[in-house]
């Protein structure tokens, strides 16, 4: 499974104007092409699984991730803020970098948590780039997000 | 959308994630991640008690049984004429598109609350 695949050319927000871990998730999930009553719904599950823990898990990365029953499958997004978003991260930094997970409450193989794995890996990997931040075109990222793909295959 | 179907959606989809990050092995996986998940229980049981309260008794009744029956996901999706609570086709005339989402509809079958996703 590679992350790559799930990342569609809409899936990637390069901009995002929010300052807030709320408006930043309210942005992502807007972009959503669904119905206003599932996008609540999939905002309400990312928030109730904020209150169990963060996801912010430090060095500007947050990966936001839910359950919820209105999706048919896996669906990944990408929003990046050069200015940082202040998202209550484990280690109080503000987040440069979201990946925002939403899977229906049953996939069969699992998917959910081994691209959960996947997406952490990566994203260490990914901010010793220190550049990435510069990248404003879907092309450059998904490029790049191969190329770490493909080294992260060679370690293995 | 049926105004009390989205409720019983929220209260599913909460449900699902308290169950899953009460499972030992998803737990740690989480963690070994980087995730903390805190124990805030006072705040969970807070935020479920508020679901709750807006969904009217009877609903929530027939919700509470279907998740003690099958321990969770009492709100299944309907892809393309199966629930996928139980796997099982819902006959062809089960329900008309007009009450789809729209009525609060159980499966023949597992009994869970049916939301149709398409």
């Known amino acids: 499974m590679l992350i790559s695949q799930f990342l569609k050319k809409e899936n990637v927000i390069f901009d995002l104007k929010s300052k807030t871990k709320d408006k930043a998730l309210e942005e992502m999930v807007d972009k959503m092409k669904l119905s206003k009553e599932k ?14 823990g963060t996801t912010g898990i430090g060095n500007g990365i947050a990966i ?11 669906c990944l997004y990408v ?16 987040v440069n970098i979201i990946f925002l997970i939403i899977a229906p409450p049953l996939d069969s193989s699992n998917q959910y948590l ?34 770490l793909e493909e080294s992260m295959e060679d370690e293995i | ?24 092995r998803i737990r740690s996986k989480e963690e070994s991640i980087g995730f903390r998940v805190q124990s805030k229980e006072n705040e969970i049981i807070k935020l479920r008690e508020n679901i709750r309260k807006k969904i009217e008794p009877e609903l929530l009744n027939k919700y509470d ?30 329900v008309s598109e007009a009450d789809k989402n ?7 079958n597992c009994g869970r609350i049916l939301f149709w996703i398409e």
């Open chain 1, 64 to 74: 936001p991730h839910a359950r919820s029953v209105v999706l048919d499958k896996l």
């Open chain 1, 39 to 52: 996008k609540d719904l999939i905002l309400l599950s990312l928030k109730q699984r904020e209150i169990l």
């Open chain 1, 114 to 147: 081994i691209l959960l794995g996947k997406i952490a890996a990566l994203s260490k990997k990914l901010i010793k780039k220190k550049d990435y931040l510069k990248i404003d075109n879907y092309e450059d990222f998904i490029a790049l997000i191969k190329k």
């Open chain 2, 1 to 24: 959308m049926n105004i009390q179907l989205q409720y019983l959606i929220q209260l599913s989809d909460l449900d699902t994630q308290l169950e899953e990050l009460k499972n030992e």
């Open chain 2, 65 to 94: 049984k279907i998740q003690k029956r099958y321990k969770m996901r009492a709100v299944a999706q309907v892809n393309e004429g199966v629930c996928y609570g139980c796997f099982t086709a819902l006959p062809t005339s089960y």
């Open chain 1, 79 to 94: 929003g990046i803020s050069p200015k940082g978003i202040e998202y209550e991260s484990l280690d109080g930094k503000n």
């Open chain 2, 102 to 108: 729209n009525k609060i509809i159980t499966c023949p």
